[in-house]
């Protein structure tokens, strides 16, 4: 908080001086917005793990690729075990394949699914969720309706028959079709919070001045649940991690590219669950998959605090503990 | 009235499902009618067989009849779809409804343990951590509850089978009871099915509750931080009270949402899960459907699961409504 303060204070010097020019609103709104929730976040030993993980799962989608040659049969001997032979540092499987490079290159569509999925369904959450509680009455009847039969039909039965109609190669396309209907439950709870701000006065000044309703949804209600979306936006991530793991662990995307799905797929199907020698094979993919998931969900919770003031006020030392309950 | 509206609702919604999956049937490459087709091609051998015979058979398996008009096969397989007559199973030669019949039960008892179970051991542990807030025993469990809950369900499972039923032999692998067992209320077939049971349970239930327990944590420290929790402390209001019934009560409100995304998705997941378990239940043979290319098993398994999920959530959905009476003035707000 106290930094938020000083940011209003510094712009407001400079806006004395000679009128705010275009950059100085800039700046402060940079600062407002962006480098404030990141100092606040920052603070939280999550968010800094959360951030460390995601960011090396990065590199290995952009730099690992180029420095790791991609998965070709007979790299090493079959089902070397991991750190034996250093030129297949996480051994092999069945058909001499190194697990480093099917599981590094496995990560740049993994990448692009995520972001495909979690800005579709996080956009489009957002839309109707935010329309469908400012407006209410009919508006708000069609589109919860509408919502509502998003959620309902069954998430990965439907993607599964999308697929089987559609057969996607691109995992930009994959991302949006797992995410089909996984900004149902986003948009019903973007709704609720949405009911509980529209009737604020600076709502209702808006409205009055005569602001059109694509202004007020920008301008005074989006910025209120931004943070609340950038979680949620996170969360999808992480549900487009399970759903493209399961489709491909199921075989139901075939082998268009690489994906730590089918490498479980195998290992489960040709034996490796019944031999300890081969356990490498099932845990690598499962280390890869719940490493990159755990990295999401770290940083979600470490960003949580930013809109819940009162966990940020309990968890800082300056403000007197008055919330505790009472000790019997 | 409210009850009346979220069935009526739910009606809509199941008219929905029924659309979408007739559509996204209709526009699978190839479709019912051509694989029916081939088929018959197949066996007929060189036996001429006139288009309307094929078109009749296409009719009796997916109740979609070719050469009609779109919106009169739309309005025919709505109508059989609500008489409950979900057509012929090409793969298993059996009516598609009977083979749901014997599958439901398994997968409606399987995820309905699982949902209960995720919910109450992570209301019961999220809101311990919310008063205990700040202790070891609450950063222990938020850190553990977010790695289970950033463990997908499936891969759990492989775990499982791996360690618990294959290394160790403590458990079944697969299937919903041992083989030659008469099914019957008999203990033996109960014991049977219970223990074939345990371990997709558990694999939804270890990966589901940490999720549960965060989001009552978080929702439990707000509300013990709000006015009238202080006030109620004042008044000398005793503290289990306020915990079960102040706090308790509010903070699993707002997780209402939750619960039916919660409902939809565990559905949804019986197809891999019921994969990995070999456990025939609705979504084992939804996926053998895709595999073999059995559209009317293929539609009709999509619908009973939409089916459960829709009176799961309308059951939530009336449960709701009689614990919080706020829901009912949702329709006096003023609309902009």
């Known amino acids: 908080m106290a930094e938020q303060n000083s940011s209003f204070s510094q712009s407001d010097g400079a806006a004395g001086g000679q009128g705010a020019s275009q950059a100085d609103i800039y700046r402060e709104w940079i600062d407002m917005a962006v480098l404030t929730p990141i100092r606040v976040a920052w603070d939280d030993w999550r968010t800094q793990v959360g951030s460390i993980i995601i960011a090396f799962y990065l590199l290995m989608g952009t730099v690992g690729v180029t420095l790791v040659d991609p998965p070709t049969q007979g790299q090493g001997d079959r089902y070397v075990p991991p750190f034996q032979d250093w030129s297949v540092p996480l051994g092999t499987n069945n058909l001499g394949e190194s697990l480093l490079s099917s599981t590094v290159h496995a990560t740049p569509p993994m990448l692009q699914m995520i972001a495909a999925g979690a800005v579709f369904s996080t956009v489009l959450a957002t839309a109707i969720g935010t329309v469908s509680g400012y407006k209410g009455g009919a508006v708000d009847r069609i589109l919860t309706v509408f919502t509502d039969i998003a959620m309902t039909i069954p998430g990965l039965p439907l993607i599964i028959l999308l697929t089987a109609v559609f057969e996607p190669t691109n995992p930009a396309v994959i991302g949006i079709i797992i995410t089909i209907n996984a900004w149902a439950g986003l948009a019903r709870s973007i709704r609720s919070q949405v009911l509980s701000l529209r009737d604020h006065s600076y709502v209702e000044a808006s409205r009055i001045m005569g602001a059109p309703t694509r202004r007020i949804l920008v301008d005074d209600i989006i910025p209120n649940i931004m943070p609340y979306v950038l979680i949620n936006f996170v969360n999808s991530a992480r549900n487009v991690i399970f759903g493209s793991v399961a489709l491909f662990y199921l075989g139901l995307l075939g082998s268009t590219h690489e994906n730590w799905g089918i490498a479980l797929n195998n290992a489960y199907n040709d034996g490796a669950i019944y031999s300890l020698d081969v356990l490498h094979w099932l845990l690598i993919p499962m280390f890869a998959i719940v490493g990159l998931s755990f990295g999401f969900v770290l940083f979600a919770q470490g960003t949580e605090k930013l809109f819940n003031p009162r966990i940020r006020a309990r968890h800082a030392e300056t403000v007197e503990d008055d919330t505790a309950p009472y000790q019997e | ?336």
């Open chain 2, 1 to 336: 009235m409210y009850v009346a509206k979220r069935v009526a609702q739910a009606f809509v919604t199941f008219v929905a499902v029924v659309t979408v999956t007739f559509a996204l049937v209709r526009s699978i490459p190839g479709g019912p009618a051509d694989f029916i087709r081939a088929q018959v091609m197949r066996s007929g051998g060189s036996d001429e067989i006139s288009m309307s015979e094929i078109n009749s058979l296409v009719e009796s398996y997916t109740n979609i009849d070719p050469s009609t008009p779109l919106h009169v096969q739309y309005f025919n397989y709505l109508t059989s779809v609500l008489q409950g007559d979900l057509g012929q199973s090409i793969w298993y030669n059996k009516p598609v409804s009977d083979i749901i019949l014997g599958a439901a039960p398994w997968t409606i008892f399987l995820l309905s343990v699982s949902i209960l179970l995720t919910f109450g051991i992570g209301i019961v542990l999220g809101a311990v951590m919310a008063y205990l807030e700040g202790t070891r025993f609450d950063n222990g469990s938020t850190i553990v509850s977010m790695f289970l809950n950033s463990v997908p369900y499936y891969v759990a499972a492989i775990l499982f089978v791996y360690v618990i039923s294959i290394q160790l032999g403590m458990l079944p692998q697969s299937g919903r009871y041992a083989s030659g067992l008469d099914p019957g209320m008999n203990l033996e077939f109960i014991v049977s099915a219970l223990r074939h049971a345990i371990l997709p349970i558990v694999s939804l239930v270890v990966t589901g509750f940490g999720g549960v327990a965060i989001t009552m944590r978080g929702n439990a420290v707000q509300e013990i931080g709000e006015d009238y929790i202080r006030v109620a402390h004042l008044r000398g209001v005793p503290g289990r009270r306020i915990a079960t019934r102040y706090v308790g009560r509010n903070a699993v409100l707002p997780m209402y949402t939750n619960f039916m995304i919660a409902i939809g998705f565990m559905f949804g997941g019986s197809v891999i899960l019921e994969e990995i378990f070999a456990y025939e239940g609705l979504g084992y043979y939804l996926l053998s459907a895709i595999n073999t290319g059995d559209y009317p098993l293929m539609m009709g398994g999509f619908l009973i699961i939409a089916l459960a999920v829709l009176i799961c959530i309308l059951i939530a959905d009336l449960t709701y409504s009689m614990i919080d009476p706020r829901i009912e003035d949702q329709g006096s707000r003023e609309a902009y």
